[in-house]
C-alpha cells in the first residue's frame, strides 16, 4: 500500500540554524500539506500546496517557513532560523484528485525536531 | 472559517462498553469533517469522513458518525470499545484539527 514518508524521523538543531525537513508524498497525489505538533498540543495546521504553489497557510506559516516540491517527489518544508519554540513533531500529508473537501489526507509518520 | 470543537479532552470507558466521542464543528461553507486516530508514538490514521452521500458514515475498526447539520455535530461513537482502541482521536473540518480527546479503556 503507498504511503508517505519522512526523513529524518528526528533532527536536532541549534536554535537559529536553518533545517529542511523531508517528505515523499503518495505518488499520484496533487495536494499536499505540513502540520506542526507541539508536544501534548494539538495538530496546527501549516501549509498547503497545490500546482507548484501554495494554496492555503496559516498565521504560524510566517516568513521563517518555506515549502517546495524541488523534483517530481520531493516535498519540502524549510526553517530559516530555529527558535525554541519550533521544537514540535511535523507532520507532512498528501491528497489525491477529485473533489477537494473529500479528498483523504494520508499522513506521514512525522519529524521530531528538537532545537536547543 | 472552518473549525471544530472537541467538547472532550478524556474520555474513560471500560472495555465492552459504548464509545461516544463528541465534536461539533463551525463552516462558513460545506464542513469536510473527518475523524483520524492516533496510537502513542505513530501517525495519524483516517477513521473515517464525511462526503455529504450520507449522514451515519461507517469506518474502520467498528467505528462510526453521524452527521447532525441542526446540532453542526458530528460526533463518533463505537458500541463496544476495545482495549486496542486506547489512543488519541481528533476531528477535523477541512484541515483544521480539533484538540483531541484522549480515549482509555479499562478493563
Known amino acids: 500500500e503507498p504511503e508517505v514518508t519522512q526523513t529524518p524521523s528526528h533532527q536536532v538543531t541549534q536554535m537559529g540554524q536553518e533545517v529542511i525537513l523531508r517528505c515523499v508524498p503518495i505518488?499520484?497525489?496533487?495536494?499536499f500539506y505540513w502540520y506542526r505538533q507541539i508536544l501534548g498540543q494539538k495538530v496546527e495546521f501549516l501549509v498547503s500546496?497545490?500546482?507548484?504553489?501554495?494554496?492555503?497557510k496559516s498565521e504560524i506559516f510566517d516568513d521563517q517557513f518555506s515549502v517546495e516540491r524541488p523534483d517530481g517527489s520531493n516535498f519540502t518544508l524549510k526553517i530559516r532560523s530555529t527558535k525554541l519554540e519550533d521544537s514540535a513533531m511535523y507532520f507532512c500529508?498528501?491528497?489525491?484528485?477529485?473533489?477537494?473537501?473529500?479528498?483523504?489526507?494520508?499522513f506521514g509518520p512525522g519529524t521530531r525536531l528538537t532545537v536547543l | 472559517a472552518q473549525s471544530v470543537t472537541q467538547l472532550d479532552s478524556h474520555v474513560s470507558v471500560s472495555e465492552g462498553t459504548p464509545v461516544l466521542l463528541r465534536c461539533n464543528y463551525s463552516s462558513s461553507y460545506s464542513p469536510s469533517l473527518f475523524w483520524y486516530v492516533q496510537h502513542p508514538n505513530k501517525g495519524l490514521q483516517l477513521l473515517l469522513k464525511?462526503?455529504?452521500?450520507?449522514?451515519l458514515v461507517k469506518g474502520i475498526n467498528g467505528f462510526e458518525a453521524e452527521f447532525k447539520k441542526s446540532e453542526t455535530s458530528f460526533h463518533l461513537t463505537k458500541p463496544s470499545a476495545h482495549m486496542s482502541d486506547a489512543a488519541e482521536y481528533f476531528c477535523v473540518n477541512d484541515m483544521r484539527f480539533g484538540a483531541g480527546t484522549r480515549l482509555t479503556v479499562k478493563p
Open positions: 500529508a498528501s491528497s489525491g484528485a477529485g473533489v477537494i473537501s473529500y479528498n483523504e489526507q494520508f
Open positions: 464525511y462526503t455529504s452521500a450520507a449522514t
Open positions: 500546496f497545490y500546482n507548484n504553489e501554495i494554496s492555503e
Open positions: 505518488s499520484n497525489h496533487l495536494y
